[in-house]
């Protein structure tokens, strides 16, 4: 079996050029890099992973933290960043987290076990001290490794499009309290009064894990609407259900649209127009700003991505 001895005998190089060459690390002339690679493949010399990962100080593993109650964010985002990691060579450990306070005591769990990186999904970390953690959509708003959905562009375009079919009685429902709720009401609220629309706050609702209770409160109001913009799909197929039950038809009596264009989103009946979650390109950025923790370079802050209007049969023309 070939050693990294013979490869460099064979190259013409230092052992220590050929140990840069198989770590993928920079500095190395391109003269050099491809006598090493001619030689490794040669020899067919395979470096030892365990001594390659102590002398890098890696463990390739990366900390995958998501919510277990959100399965369009489980289904959606794991399979995209296993292919991700995998392509990089990397190993994902996953960890679920609720609350802050259960996200905060994961990314501890996930350091102890020596992850190169940590990724996480939603939630708020952004009181968390760390270089390692990579957030996507999450209230750590200000962190330069922060990725970022734009919902406040999404929720205004949302409205517009209700707005543009006629549409002047919108209903808004949201998560709960987190950043993202907050951009939601102001995407909505900034969309209404550019089009001289009255803001009812008895149409703006949260969910706070009930997205049930949120949809009958609306229905219980007693003010009117004809359209409901939500966050979630899995919150479009409640309310769905619900208008069913009260003898309201989708979109005939009540329009719907979502934030998110889940797999969910055409498999519903009818199937439902989103503001498209742009979630391939967030984890290609994620993969962008995991490279550079890892080679230790200075992230630069990126804009928070806009989705797409993908229009199904869920909302109908009122004009």
Same mark, same amino acid.
């Given at each position: 079996?070939?050693?990294?001895?013979?490869?460099? !005998?064979?190259?013409?190089?230092?052992?220590?050029?050929?140990?840069?060459?198989?770590?993928?690390?920079?500095? #190395?002339?391109?003269?050099?890099?491809?006598? #090493?690679?001619?030689?490794?493949?040669?020899?067919?010399?395979?470096?030892?992973?365990?001594?390659?990962?102590?002398?890098?100080?890696?463990?390739?593993?990366?900390?995958?933290?998501?919510?277990?109650s959100?399965?369009?964010?489980?289904?959606?985002?794991?399979?995209? !960043?296993a292919?991700?990691?995998?392509?990089?060579?990397?190993?994902?450990? #996953?960890?679920?987290?609720?609350?802050s306070?259960e996200?905060?005591?994961s990314?501890?769990?996930?350091?102890?076990?020596?992850?190169?990186?940590?990724?996480?999904?939603?939630?708020?970390?952004?009181?968390v001290?760390?270089?390692?953690?990579?957030?996507?959509?999450?209230?750590?708003?200000?962190?330069?490794?922060?990725?970022?959905?734009?919902?406040?562009?999404?929720?205004?375009?949302?409205?517009?499009?209700?707005?543009?079919?006629?549409?002047?009685?919108i209903?808004?429902?949201?998560?709960?309290?987190?950043?993202?709720?907050?951009?939601?009401?102001?995407?909505?609220?900034?969309?209404?009064?550019?089009?001289?629309?009255?803001?009812?706050?008895?149409?703006?609702?949260?969910?706070?894990?009930?997205?049930?209770?949120?949809?009958m409160?609306?229905?219980?109001s007693?003010s009117?609407?004809?359209?409901?913009?939500?966050?979630?799909?899995? $919150?479009?197929?409640?309310?769905?259900?619900?208008?069913?039950?009260?003898?309201?038809?989708?979109?005939?009596?009540?329009?719907?649209?979502?934030?998110e264009?889940? $797999?969910?989103?055409?498999?519903?009946?009818?199937?439902?127009t989103?503001?498209?979650?742009?979630s /391939?390109?967030?984890?290609?950025?994620?993969m962008?700003?995991?490279?550079?923790?890892?080679?230790?370079?200075? #992230?630069?802050?990126k804009?928070?991505?806009?989705?797409?209007?993908?229009?199904? /049969?869920?909302?109908?023309?009122?004009?």
């Open positions: 079996m070939a050693t990294i001895t013979d490869v460099s !005998l064979l190259a013409n190089v230092s052992k220590a050029t050929v140990s840069r060459v198989m770590s993928g690390s920079r500095g #190395v002339k391109a003269e050099s890099r491809e006598a #090493v690679l001619r030689a490794a493949e040669e020899l067919n010399y395979r470096p030892n992973a365990a001594a390659q990962s102590l002398a890098n100080q890696r463990s390739d593993y990366i900390g995958v933290i998501l919510s277990s959100d399965a369009g964010q489980v289904s959606t985002y794991l399979p995209l !960043l292919k991700s990691l995998k392509a990089k060579g990397k190993h994902m450990l #996953v960890q679920f987290a609720e609350t306070e996200q905060r005591r990314i501890e769990e996930l350091n102890q076990r020596h992850c190169d990186a940590i990724i996480t999904l939603g939630g708020n970390v952004s009181n001290d760390n270089d390692k953690v990579i957030a996507i959509d999450s209230g750590a708003n200000t962190s330069e490794q922060a990725i970022g959905y734009d919902y406040r562009f999404a929720a205004e375009s949302a409205c517009r499009f209700l707005s543009s079919k006629g549409h002047t009685s209903a808004i429902v949201v998560d709960d309290e987190n950043p993202a709720s907050q951009q939601v009401i102001e995407g909505y609220k900034t969309c209404l009064q550019n089009s001289a629309i009255p803001i009812n706050r008895q149409l703006i609702v949260s969910a706070n894990g009930n997205s049930e209770q949120a949809i409160s609306l229905l219980n007693y009117p609407f004809t359209a409901i913009v939500v966050m979630r799909d899995s $919150q479009a197929a409640t309310a769905m259900n619900l208008l069913r039950n009260f003898n309201l038809s989708t979109p005939n009596e009540v329009s719907l649209i979502s934030l264009d889940s $797999q969910l989103a055409s498999q519903l009946n009818p199937p439902l989103c503001i498209s979650y742009p /391939e390109q967030l984890v290609e950025m994620a962008e700003q995991l490279d550079s923790c890892l080679d230790g370079r200075v #992230v630069d802050a804009r928070p991505v806009t989705g797409k209007l993908v229009t199904r /049969e869920s909302v109908t023309n009122r004009i």
